[in-house]
Nanobody, 122 residues
Framework: EGQLAESGGGLVQAGGSLRLSCAVS????????IGWFRQAPGKEREGVSC????????HYADSVKGRFIISNDNAKNMVYLQMNNLKPEDTAVYYC???????????????WGQGTQVTVSS
């Protein structure tokens, strides 16, 4: 069974940067796409970014395009989310999840991490 673990969250001022990491185990890394989602208090969980399995194609929500960069390290079974020029509205719990493709709906993801808090102060 797949296990994912996020790290790298924290408190940062607006305009700052953070890099989130997602460690993936228990599944064949090349068979899964890894997505990043976030959920702010009182809001629904939303997709942020996704990187496809073998192709490595990347996808971003409009709200983070040009600021966030997703990447992976196949040798280490790791996926990263580099977040630049952070805004207070980026404050949320960030989750990584694994699926057989980069799907829009979080219901299509099979395995989830526990989440990491990102707080951006103004």
């Amino acid at each position: 069974e797949g296990q994912l673990a996020e790290s790298g969250g924290g408190l940062v001022q607006a305009g700052g940067s953070l890099r989130l990491s997602c460690a993936v185990s228990g599944i064949t890394f090349d068979d899964y796409a890894i997505g990043w989602f976030r959920q702010a208090p009182g809001k629904e969980r939303e997709g942020v970014s996704c990187i496809s399995d073998i192709s490595g194609n990347t996808h971003y929500a409009d709200s983070v395009k040009g600021r966030f960069i997703i990447s992976n390290d196949n040798a280490k079974n790791m996926v990263y989310l580099q977040m630049n020029n952070l805004k207070p509205e980026d404050t949320a719990v960030y989750y990584c999840a694994a699926a057989r493709g980069c799907f829009y709906s979080d219901a299509d993801y099979d395995y989830w991490g526990q989440g990491t808090q990102v707080t951006v102060s103004s």
